[in-house]
């Protein structure tokens, strides 16, 4: 059984380091984890290459968690590799570009807003509007104020006068698929007509 390992954090002007493997944890190359790196935890991957000499007396902190990601396949640590000593750039950089988002943020939680509270006491003009226009929508704050052409702040003042309800949304959730009639073009009659 492999004691140590040597990883690839994502932590800018580090090269690989090495971490201990608990007991009864297997580890590959290419598998996404996450160790200690002074008091925060990061994300990292297995690399190839042989860990240094053993530290004596077990100084070697542990890795804390295989990420529940696909191992990066062996073809591709090599693509990473090349592409790292080709453009003299840091393996973990080119790694950036491999990995999902997801496990270099770790599971974050996202607020969605939606109409469903009373109406704010204070009704502006840009708040009438936002009203009008974000029915039956639900989205971030930014996805809203955008929807309905209107600032942020319009949007957070809505929420915070709970016109807006929050409601918790993973950061890993799929993009709603595209409505296909929204905002179609507007045909001159001969564009119209070759369109016919």
Do not use: K
Request: proline share 15%; net charge neutral; glycine share 10%.
């Amino acid at each position: 059984m492999v004691e140590q390992v040597r990883v690839v954090v994502m932590q800018a002007g580090l090269g690989p380091l090495d971490y201990a493997v608990p007991p009864g944890m297997e580890l590959a190359p290419g598998q996404p984890v996450r160790v200690p790196l002074g008091p925060r935890q990061i994300t990292g991957v297995v690399w190839d290459g042989l860990p240094g000499p053993a530290f004596a007396g077990g100084r070697l902190r542990p890795v804390t968690a295989a990420l529940p990601l696909a191992p990066i396949s062996a073809p591709l640590r090599r693509l990473c590799d090349f592409v790292a000593d080709y453009y003299l750039s840091p393996l973990a950089g080119v790694l950036r570009m491999v990995l999902p988002t997801a496990a270099l943020l770790g599971e974050r939680q996202l607020n969605e807003y939606s109409l469903a509270g009373p109406p704010p006491p204070r009704l502006t003009p840009a708040r009438a509007q936002a009203l009008a226009a974000l029915a039956g929508r639900t989205g971030s704050v930014a996805d809203l104020a955008r929807a309905a052409g209107v600032s942020d702040a319009v949007i957070r003042g809505l929420a915070a006068a709970g016109t807006l309800v929050a409601a918790p949304a993973s950061a890993g959730r799929l993009p709603p698929p595209p409505e296909p009639d929204h905002a179609p073009p507007q045909l001159e009659p001969a564009q119209a007509e070759a369109a016919a």
